[in-house]
């Protein structure tokens, strides 16, 4: 599949990365790893930093997180007006690892909290666009 | 170490809705530092322009300025780095100039935001970031830098009124900046929540409220750059380059250490800068920080050495900042009254520091006839960060 199905709205068709979106149609949220050095990524890398290699398998992101800051938008780009209001957040997983995405409808924004558990799930829009967001534990 | 000064500096109006193009534009800045040096095009050996691309349709911008400003057969190239590109245009001018390769150099900052939308802005912002993971959610520079403020404000207590009182200060500055483009004078009332008249206080990217955030403009800025033996033989008031100090960070907010800690390039481009100059932040007189949102100045402090981490508060709540008090910071108003046209905006804080040092500020001039100061320009959400010292 074409890195064009990932998100709200793709900015990018072609990238090594785009077993990505095959990983979120079969309901994974994956970052990659380096099979010389064991450098864990997410966003994921077709090269690893540390060592230069390019041997790199995927590994599925944890299921538990602390909502490191998040905020919600009013206003939205060009693309993506019939969105608002939406909030979008990071996560911590510890270990160096984070994630940026947006959190789930199904959070009122009253309820949302820096440093409140949280998880992560793949998200299908009506589109058949693929994304992933930020949900409840 | 004097080796490289400013001898004219320039700026546009900064306006919505410029009535001319993109050249045009940047002559009224080139014009104004030309004629403040004394010089003709004849005495520069080389242009740099500074834009972010795709607000107008040129491609390459450097030759067909260069062209309408009549600075063929000379070098010239383009240089970016977002809302710090003629912050950084201004270091490679230093480096040409230091290196020996050219002993005059134009610096020129430009941007003509109003040909698109205010949603159209707002995704080439967002395409300032990752592109591949993180614009495809629909990220826009206020919720950006609304993740900083969100945490930053749990950590350290920052409130809301506070926030506001960054604008406050620059509304009265820009009041009395003929440049600036917002000159309306702001109240409190203007923030209250809830009340439909309060033109402040709708949300754009919560924390972030309209009050918080800068405007798109228009507008250009000019630097000009010179050798000590120019600069000597040319200007009466050489402004001198004592320090610089540029970093990056990493762009994917997932790659970022501490949100409560604010921008780290901010803390990185200072120390370089501050060890440079052989000064600490105690010496410096009167100050430009990048105030893109009220929540950038008070991490700039920070990250400045102006307050201690989470301390920033304390300036704008004792006025700390203000003209009259201890290290006035953007007394023309900052980004959030003049406006930001990306490009021109290190230029324009360049132009104010160094009329502030030759004591020609007008009525924002800083009394006691300061001798050190500083321009912190950041580029993107802390992607780029740019401090510079200037003396006397």
């Known amino acids: ?137 | 170490m004097k080796d490289v000064a400013v001898i004219g500096v320039g700026q546009s109006s900064f306006v919505r809705g410029y009535e001319g193009s993109i050249r045009e534009l940047a002559f009224e800045a080139f014009r104004e530092a030309m004629q403040d040096a004394g010089i003709t095009q004849k005495g520069v050996d080389a242009s740099i322009f500074c834009s972010a691309p795709e607000y107008d349709k040129q491609r390459s911008p450097a030759g067909v300025l260069a062209e309408y400003l009549g600075l063929n057969p000379q070098p010239t190239f383009y240089v970016e780095s977002v809302c710090s590109s003629s912050s950084t245009g201004v270091k490679v001018g230093y480096s040409m100039i230091k290196s020996g390769l050219h002993d005059v150099v134009v610096v020129l900052g430009f941007q003509k935001m109003s040909e698109i939308t205010s949603a159209e802005s707002q995704e080439r912002m967002g395409r300032g970031a990752d592109i591949q993971w993180e614009a495809p959610f629909g990220t826009m520079m206020p919720a950006y830098y609304a993740l900083y403020a969100q945490a930053y404000m749990a950590k350290h207590d920052l409130t809301h009124d506070d926030l506001m009182s960054v604008r406050l200060k620059a509304s009265t500055y820009g009041v009395i900046n003929e440049r600036a483009v917002y000159r309306k004078p702001i109240k409190p009332e203007d923030f209250k929540q809830g009340d439909p008249e309060a033109k402040m206080a709708g949300p754009v990217a919560w924390p972030l409220r309209v009050g918080d955030c800068c405007a798109n403009a228009d507008g250009s800025s000019c630097i000009i750059l010179a050798n000590a033996k120019k600069a000597k033989a040319f200007s009466k008031k050489p402004v001198w380059i004592l320090g610089i100090g540029a970093a990056s960070e990493a762009v994917n907010m997932a790659a970022r250490p501490d949100f409560t800690k604010g921008l780290s390039v901010g803390y990185a481009a200072a120390a370089q800068a501050y060890k440079m100059a052989g000064i600490t932040p105690k010496d410096v007189k009167v100050a430009e920080v990048h105030d893109c949102f009220t929540i950038a100045e008070i991490m700039a402090y920070e990250g400045l050495g102006f307050a201690p981490m989470g301390e920033g508060k304390q300036l704008i709540r004792e006025k700390t900042t203000y003209k009259d008090g201890k290290i006035p910071v953007n007394v023309d108003g900052g980004l959030l009254s003049k406006g930001h046209p990306i490009g021109a905006t290190g230029g324009s804080q360049i132009r104010t520091i160094t009329l502030q040092l030759r004591g020609e500020a007008g009525p924002m001039q800083v009394a006691g006839e300061p001798d050190i100061g500083l321009v912190h320009n950041i580029g993107g959400v802390g992607l780029y960060g740019n401090v510079t010292i200037f003396g006397r």
Request: some cysteine; proline content about 6%.
């Open chain 1, 1 to 137: 599949m074409g890195f064009e199905k990932f998100g709200r709205k793709s900015f990018t068709a072609v990238t090594k990365t785009a077993k990505f979106v095959d990983l979120l149609a079969e309901g994974k949220v994956e970052g990659t790893v380096c099979k010389d050095c064991g450098a864990k990524f997410f966003p994921p890398r077709a090269d690893c930093a540390k060592c230069f290699s390019k041997n790199m398998d995927w590994f599925e992101m944890p299921k538990k997180g602390k909502l490191e800051t998040f905020t919600t938008a009013y206003y939205a780009p060009f693309g993506f007006e019939g969105d608002p209001p939406y909030t979008m957040g990071v996560v911590d997983f510890g270990d160096g690892l984070k994630l940026f995405a947006r959190i789930a409808k199904d959070i009122k924004p009253e309820d949302v909290k820096v440093g409140m558990d949280v998880t992560i799930r793949p998200l299908k829009y009506d589109d058949d666009q693929l994304s992933f967001e930020i949900s409840k534990v």
